[in-house]
Each structure stands twice: as structure tokens, then as C-alpha cells.
């Protein structure tokens, strides 16, 4: 049973460098979302999508983008990496509205 | 004011004691609650729904006050694998529909033998 499939597991970028954080799940799940999650802030939502094809900003989206051209897939985008990037990102998935969310095992991500 | 607050603790308790957090949400028409658990540098899981009639699942009791926007987790007999940090989690209104999550910052339990 994958689940949800995040790579990778850690990264360490320079400043201004670009890269995409995978995430992957096999049960199908209509909603995918990426968080971070900083000390002292819990976990914050970057963007969201409800479906193939549909995106949509969450709470601190500045600096990502984000695609959804399958049910499976969704990756994250850093364009231009800053140190203040620099955190732990969780990709979940849930099948339906109000549903268990389901996370994948984390991204650490440090920006030097 | 944040969305979903918490007491971050953490709360220290020995073996076998009863502990509650509560957690508190600003918007009043918010209509999904949960509780999640999260291991030190692990990913969040669910622990428990919260339903407005309270709920329970063995040592754990959930409770939803609409009136006051609260919500309480209790954890009776508590073992030494229940030290995690607990997550509030809410589905504010208007987002019923995209799945979307609001956690507060989560509240670490320490159970001490």
C-alpha cells in the first residue's frame, strides 16, 4: 500500500535555484494539497487542487506553483528558492470533501 | 487571531494519568473537525473525527462546543506512546468542498514513566 509517495525525502538548494517537490498517490483521491510546516506555526496550506486540471491558491502560495495534469500527480514547483523556504512540505490527499487526509512521509527542505 | 489556536505545551503527565487539550476556532460556521497525531519528524495522521455529539475511541473521548468554538480531546490512562504532538484541525466554511484543512499549531504531550 504506497499511499501517498513524496520525493524526495530531503534536499538542500542554493539561494535562486528552481526545483519540484513530486507527490504521488495510488487511491485515487480527488483532493490534493501541499503544507508546510515551520516550529511555532503548524502546518500552513500552499495551494490545492480538488480535481485534474483545477488548482487554487491556499494560505501562503508566494513563491510555488503548482500543476495537476492527473488524478495522481501533483507536483510543487520552487521558481527561485530563498532561505526563507527552507522548512518541511507535506503532500496530502483525501478522497472527498470532510475526509481523512492522508499524508506523505515529508520533503526537508533547507535553502542556503 | 489565528484560525485554530491551541497551547502548544508541552504538557509533562506521568504513566497512567488523564490529560484534555483544547482547541479553539474563530469561525463560527466552521463545520469538520478532527484530531491528528504526529510523531517527532513524521508525517500527520488522523487520530479522530470530531462529531457533534462526541465521540470515543477507546482511551480517547472528542468533544465539539459549537456554542463556545472549541473543541477537547481527553486521553485517560495515558501510555508512554501517546507522547506526539496532537493537531487541531478544522474545515472552515465555504471550503466543505475542496477538502482544504486549517491546523493549529499542535499541542505536545510527554507521557513519563
Known amino acids: 500500500n504506497a499511499g501517498v509517495t513524496q520525493t524526495p525525502k530531503f534536499q538542500v538548494l542554493k539561494t535562486g535555484q528552481s526545483m519540484t517537490l513530486q507527490c504521488a498517490q495510488d487511491?485515487?483521491?480527488?483532493?490534493m494539497s501541499w503544507y508546510r510546516q515551520d516550529p511555532g506555526m503548524g502546518l500552513r496550506l500552499i495551494h490545492y487542487?480538488?480535481?485534474?486540471?483545477?488548482?487554487d491558491q491556499g494560505e501562503v502560495p508566494n513563491g510555488y506553483n503548482v500543476s495537476r495534469s492527473t488524478t495522481e500527480d501533483f507536483p510543487l514547483r520552487l521558481l527561485s528558492a530563498a532561505p526563507s523556504q527552507t522548512s518541511v512540505y507535506f503532500c496530502?490527499?483525501?478522497?472527498?470533501?470532510?475526509?481523512?487526509?492522508?499524508f506523505g512521509q515529508g520533503t526537508r527542505l533547507t535553502v542556503v | 487571531r489565528k484560525e485554530v489556536e491551541q497551547d502548544p505545551g508541552p504538557f509533562n503527565v506521568p504513566e497512567g494519568a488523564t490529560v484534555a487539550f483544547n482547541c479553539t476556532y474563530s469561525?463560527?460556521?466552521?463545520?469538520?473537525f478532527f484530531w491528528y497525531r504526529q510523531d517527532c519528524r513524521k508525517e500527520p495522521k488522523l487520530l479522530m473525527s470530531?462529531?457533534?455529539s462526541g465521540n470515543e475511541d477507546g482511551r480517547f473521548t472528542a468533544q465539539l462546543n459549537r456554542a463556545s468554538q472549541y473543541i477537547s480531546l481527553l486521553i485517560r490512562d495515558s501510555k508512554l506512546s501517546d507522547s506526539a504532538t496532537y493537531l487541531c484541525?478544522?474545515?472552515?466554511?465555504?471550503?466543505?468542498?475542496?477538502?482544504?484543512?486549517?491546523f493549529g499549531q499542535g499541542t505536545t504531550l510527554q507521557v513519563k514513566p
Open positions: 487511491m485515487n483521491h480527488e483532493y
Open positions: 469561525n463560527s460556521a466552521s463545520q469538520s
Open positions: 487542487s480538488v480535481g485534474a486540471g483545477i488548482t
Open positions: 484541525v478544522v474545515n472552515p466554511r465555504g471550503s466543505s468542498n475542496t477538502g482544504k484543512l486549517i
Open positions: 470530531v462529531y457533534s
Open positions: 496530502a490527499s483525501s478522497y472527498y470533501r470532510n475526509t481523512e487526509a492522508f
